[in-house]
């Protein structure tokens, strides 16, 4: 399915809503309110024009709901890796399930979607405003995740066994595929269970989804190592701080975080292929610039230059290809050119790994994170299924999980934001393919 | 002007743009290439339709420009109260305008508006690519400041003296019609000067920037106090935890606080008129939560219930009212209320002041930063004159200084935004007066 | 009685000890191991030879020791103002008494003193490793707190009556004496239980304990107040900054964070008083520091200069008298001062109160709770009584209660340590009273 | 020599004291007044009397010194690897010889030893109140550093050519030995030299010196590695987080950093063997941790395990030896035995490397980095030579180099504070050789 058609098809909901909604307030969204966009390039990956329009359903509170919400339980699950802001989403969808709607329950489903699968004996938790309170000091899912695919009928059988009329589910990418599965399930057999999904990603790559909670967190902590690379980069002979960041198929952490700390030199990311070798080559640039300013720093996307690497073609539970190393790759080639030109040189490499996704969500993703599961909340009450809150172009909606499974997002290298990284680090665009840019 | 007219003016130039641009790059952002919105009803004040379309400049480079770098001057000047990011915004200013254009040099005015008066007798500064290069790490300005208006002419017969081609004015609101006013005199005397404003507001309180640069930044550390005042609230019987925070005319920091640390209980803002007294008065509701809950957190905006307040009319340096210590008079009400309950209770006041605004820009802010000082140099240098870099709806485009100068922002407490502020706090809206909500 | 006598006190048992302990340690502490020391004149107040000779007990497990652990419940309270880290310290008595000497169970006793007292009717809860897991990543007390004092007969009653073995005390001056007299009281009644006080001072003034808890992650937090003040004063034409910090009756947290952030320019304590006016009075040489440089930072003991401001001789609840607000009085005399000799100034003026006392423990801090609660629980398992545990040059060692409540620790004036801060302030030495230094 | 030997050893001095101080104090030290200090066990590796006394010079100004503050230069070197509060110590050294001797100026000596030998082209800087005012928001040193020696002979040349009196040298181990070597020379060619160490270590192995600097700040950020690794142990099933830190022949880091978050289940550190494999193996005994707890977090000194790495000899440029991997062969274990036992599991690797020692020192760090700087001044003023600045049971004072060369301190694994580390971690005893606790 194209993104064209994609943004054509609605959300689908499990019927009409009947139940007059506990929520006091002054005013309502309703379906028929839609949010008129124009769709930036960035989204469609089409030329330049920026006159598509869109319409979206406008997220909030409806004055009428489907579920009866004493006779509502929720279930929440956590899939892949951690990310910044997972509790402040539980918090947020326990919070306004029972305080804003007063449901019968939420059940916390732990380990991924393992939890669903008896063979795998994890226990359920039950959730609630006084269990939660605090969680979103934690880094983390007090959930706990797993990675890889579970069967769509036995999370349905789970669901029907545990009594469960909404699941949230939280999780990148493959999570929102079992969602849609999941989805389809239910449907399949005539269930009434709403399906919401809240998309999660450290790498932030997640189609219609301009921003992904936790990671504005990511990036200001990866700043943080950058800036250690550059001290030790000033402080020795001939400096180079090397840092390694998350962002397998697409650079935006790495990007953003050099925009943050602009002491960074060379950027390289997975959309943007660059020469190593070459007048033009990295290396050279490198030696350039070491030559003439005594120190650099040197950002690299852990999914950045794999044609340069050599993979097995091996895959991890979640299915990724498993990426080659290309630090190493570049550490051991800067090694053998500079040795080649005796140059001397002191290479600092840090991986700050996990340490910029384990950490509590700053204020900037908790409050997107709390909108997040509220607006999740009040999706699910009024029966809508299958689909993903987002927000765009500062405004929250629902999209329908088609679209933003449908593909990837990639840093677009010829936008001006690439162009402004670019203006920032300084770095010399002919190391870079010219077919690319 | 009404913001409708004001929506129809354009840009204003200095005149065509014949240069050739020094700048490499691959794409260029044309005149023509105009961004068309629907104007989300927050912008308009105007009902919720949400389907008026205005149309703004692309911000970005230009393929000709107007100045000739190598004979143009610039200067920058910081105004008014401190912010997070001003320091951020110098040098994206510098790094551009030298680094990218290769002006010939870019002088600092200390002091504000006072360092174009000779009376005073500031020095001014030369700024280049290596004396900004850490001042990210600070928070403040480099150039320090000062408050209230200078006459135009003489700001204008400084900047002929000291040979000025390109004005970047850094300040609030009155600053904004201070850039108007210098804009207006430099075409009356026929100057080719361009002035471009860049809004700065710890209150965020600018008309059509919907967040200004330093709020993310300033809301983050807000929460600490927050926080704080949580932990002492909970620490003793019935306690209570205080905390007053910026927002003279709006309550943008006290509302996004309170959403970004879920625990507070009472949010009071200048737009929300409430009620003391009575039953359904705050001292009551207060009282009630605390017999509930033991312990409530309450935030209040410093220009918050000004009507329960006495205030005398005068004017600080800036011409802005003083405001009456909402906070005291609260203290004192409590005081009294509950010792005619004879009901025991521990109040911890915390005023954090300038403590959220003396800081660095986090990651957040220093790429928004980043992006205004960029784009100012870029449309500086293409000749426009007498407006402003806005990030509207994730994209930045430039607006003539008019619009925003046309009103202040408030919260719009009919808004979907104050509505979420109100479920997360969980306060009684019976306090707030019933023709405002 | 004097320090000299108190020092020459043991420590009180409640008995021999026979009971053999469940640490499965390579070696223990044998009582007879004392800890010789020479007292530096700081601890004595006495002149300057360093070579009195003093005893303690060491600190650490006992092989034998005197309560048998499946028989021994244990309580834990907290008494006056917040301190960070005593959630660390409360920690670290569950975590060893459960973990290491299997003791049947410990109460958390609510809101201090009042806790024991059946008219507040507060409850008392359950702390187990489980529960306690997590809470040294929030501030403040979980078990909250209460100032006053309350009647020793009746906390031994309720000691008696929940069955207590060991009470654990966590408080200030107050509540060391409180532990004396609970002592007391047990002992006058022949009942086997061990009362173990933990000093707890945020103004780091307790005898014989250099370093209170939570201290230097006070100074730490106090240091942003100094560099914001430092900003706001760098900001602005003649900029002052001026911060109040805690410190009642001795002037450590201001010393302390002034010599952590050397952009202190005047530190006023308690012990020194300062002269306001003349030609050496603090106005003038403010003045002469504003016209030589620009801006100054001006840090503030809440208890300084209280011979300057009009105080009625009330108390708080604890007995502490109120203090007169010398910032207030200082700002005044500014004010008056620099506008008769017209000198325009900008005082920005900074009050972090209790941000610096309700935030979480640092590492530093978290090691040094860790072991006051350890070895608070091998004191009282092995049967001691009336004491507390500090840390003198290096090491933890047992002390009898008399020797910390024999008077309130104060700065030293006269030592290196007093003449480092104004070596790196700088400030003049003539503002202050001629026979004091 | 043996320790006992280097106690006996006074300080050398270039000469008699006839020059009044600058410095206005009302009371001065003097060489007579020497701190006698009872000699902890730790500091002596001796049986556990701590009855041996020892007499240092108490460190300060003295009321006459040696060399003539106009005509006498200083110079800084910094050498080795980074760590937090260099430029502390450099900034102190450069206030105290500026503000309160005045001397006719500083040199910094850039990139480490290399700085004095001409081959290099290294420039001097001139250091000032004015540009080192602000370097202690700056990780690292200003100054640069480099590894390796340098001929003792060509550095007294530079010395001489460039008029230095007085060389301050922050450095490890080698760097003090370094420092033997010149002052030899100096005293071998006659010369009125004065050579001060400042030793610096992140690994905190310094004789005689019990805290490092920077040693505090390091501990603090190695606990955010460690409580991502909790975090991410919690959100897996059978999760492990693993932590490597850094101490190549001693665990300081990893032992102090385990106290301050006791999330660690394991810790390893070079000075205690432990075995891989049995039944009381690590191996097996962290499976017995995860099949009762769900997850183990383990704390890993890189030169824990030696015996278990293979390496092949090499040294690195400052002569050590390079380590082998342990964390590498962990992980390889652990992969192979839990493979063989079909124990499904998932390990999180963080290894924040230079990130804890790049950053800029915390409060604690920064007030102790003050007081080296300024008593290296007052000693150095006094014309004493080869020697350091120590901090001993709360006082400082100044050691002959020798003490502090003699050997290298390492954690004392039968000491109370392993003893609290294996209290606090809970982890089995039997994984460590017999023979050694």
Avoid at 151 to 168: C, H, K, T
Avoid at 231 to 247: F, N, Y
Avoid at 416 to 428: H, K
């Amino acid at each position: 399915m194209t993104i064209n058609q994609a943004l054509d098809t609605n959300i689908a909901t499990l019927g009409p809503c009947k139940v007059d909604t506990p929520l006091p307030y002054y005013h309502y969204i309703s379906d028929a309110e839609k949010i008129s966009l124009f769709l930036s390039p960035d989204l469609l990956d089409a030329p330049n024009d920026g006159q598509t329009i869109a319409e979206f359903e406008e997220a909030g509170p409806r004055e009428k709901i489907y579920f009866d919400p004493p006779k509502t339980k929720c279930a929440i699950v956590t899939c892949g890796g951690l990310c910044p802001g997972i509790n402040d989403v539980i918090r947020a969808i326990v919070m306004s399930a029972h305080h804003n709607y007063h449901v019968s329950g939420t059940l916390g489903i732990r380990y991924g979607l393992q939890g669903f699968i008896p063979k795998y004996q994890h226990d359920v938790v039950e959730l609630t405003p006084h269990n939660v309170r605090d969680i979103h000091e934690f880094g983390g899912t007090i959930l706990s995740s797993s990675r890889g695919p579970q069967p769509p009928e036995e999370i349905v059988d789970a669901l029907e066994r545990m009594n469960i009329s909404i699941l949230f589910m939280i999780g990148g990418d493959g999570t929102m595929k079992a969602a849609s599965a999941v989805t389809e399930e239910v449907l399949r057999r005539g269930l009434k269970i709403a399906v919401i999904g809240i998309p999660k990603t450290i790498d932030n790559d997640i189609n219609f989804v301009p921003r992904s909670f936790g990671f504005d967190t990511a990036v200001e902590k990866a700043t943080e190592a950058i800036r250690c690379a550059h001290v030790e980069a000033l402080g020795a002979p001939a400096g180079i701080g090397m840092v390694k960041l998350m962002g397998r198929e697409s650079g935006f952490i790495a990007a953003q975080a050099s925009l943050a700390l602009k002491e960074v030199n060379f950027v390289l990311v997975p959309e943007a292929k660059f020469k190593l070798h070459g007048q033009d080559g990295f290396l050279e640039k490198l030696k350039e610039r070491l030559q003439n300013r005594g120190h650099a720093v040197v950002v690299v996307a852990e999914g950045a230059g794999q044609d340069l690497c050599q993979v097995d073609g091996q895959q991890d539970l979640s299915g990724n290809p498993i990426l080659g190393d290309i630090c190493e790759v570049l550490r051991a080639e800067i090694k053998e050119h500079f040795s080649a030109h005796d140059f001397s040189y002191t290479l600092k490499y840090i991986d700050p790994s996990y340490i910029i996704r384990s950490i509590p969500a700053n204020s900037n993703d908790r409050i997107y994170c709390g909108f997040l599961g509220q607006h999740a909340v009040h999706a699910a009450m009024a029966g809508k299924t299958g689909m993903v809150v987002s927000k765009l172009q500062e405004r929250y909606m629902y999209l329908p999980l088609r679209i933003v499974t449908a593909k990837r997002r990639k840093l677009n290298i010829k936008s001006n934001y690439w162009r402004s990284v670019m203006e920032s680090t300084g770095q010399p665009q002919e190391i870079f393919s010219t077919d690319e840019i």
